[in-house]
């Protein structure tokens, strides 16, 4: 089997650079985005994880998910429900600001 190896992609675009920007701006998303850098978790284990408080957590993560920044990465069977994980888009970070302009280069998760 071929080893996965994570791809950058320049992202220059204002709708999605200033997306992030805000994302990692908000200490709940960034924690929630951190939380599942490596591995998918269900939301109740995010929400435990990164200790916030369900209803604002259940907003803020269907909001990123809304936003692409968190897709679903496999599931597990809870009472007989199937309940799903979710990942980070993004792994990693770097922004450059020259002048006027924003470029975010963005390390893309590997697959499962």
């Known amino acids: 089997m071929l ?3 994570p791809r950058w992609i320049v992202i220059t675009g204002h709708f999605a650079t200033e997306l992030i920007l805000n994302t990692l701006g908000d200490k709940d998303k960034k924690k929630i985005m951190t939380s599942v850098f490596d591995n ?4 109740q284990e995010i929400l435990r994880s ?3 408080p369900q209803t604002s957590g259940y907003r803020k993560i269907n909001s990123l998910i809304r936003d692409g920044l ?3 990465q496999g599931h597990v069977t809870i009472d007989g429900k199937k309940v799903d ?3 980070s ?3 990693e970070f770097v922004i450059d600001i020259e002048k006027n302009s ?3 280069k963005a390390k893309v998760s590997s697959g499962p």
């Not at 998918?40 to 939301?43: L, N």
């Open 40 to 43: 998918p978790f269900i939301i």
């Open 70 to 72: 968190l897709i679903k």
């Open 85 to 87: 994980k979710y990942k």
């Open 102 to 104: 924003v470029f975010i």
């Open 3 to 5: 080893p996965i190896i």
């Open 89 to 91: 888009l993004f792994k």
């Open 50 to 52: 990164c200790k916030i």
